[in-house]
């Protein structure tokens, strides 16, 4: 059992450094999957606490919408889903538009 649960961590932590900021960058930009993984995967190596915290925040929140015969998710999906949206712009999104400010002063 240790190995089961060991094994499957270790994939749904490659799974979840790939896919943090992954999908809010593609509905976001124009960006093909492969780079937005990359991206996604760079942000985990180089913050490792704070997406830590942050897969643990969602797995005790899905956990804990769960025991409510799965009615905790109507809540959950959307504020987790929010809550992703805004660290997305956190993380990688401010990066983008302060690139822009710098380009529109120097044009």
């Not at 925040?57 to 987790?80: E, H, R, S």
């Amino acid at each position: 059992i240790v190995a089961y649960l060991g094994v499957g961590a270790v994939f749904a932590g490659l799974i979840f450094a790939v896919s943090v900021v992954s999908i809010p960058m593609i509905l976001d930009r124009s960006v093909d999957a492969v780079s937005a993984g990359l991206t996604s995967l760079r942000l985990c190596l180089t913050q490792p606490l704070p997406m830590l915290v942050w897969g643990a925040t969602i797995t005790v929140l899905v956990v804990l919408a769960l025991l409510p015969g799965f009615l905790g998710l109507l809540v959950v999906g959307p504020v987790v889903g929010h809550a992703s949206w805004h660290a997305y712009r956190g993380a990688v999104g401010d990066a983008e538009t302060a690139a822009d400010a710098k380009n529109a002063t120097v044009t």
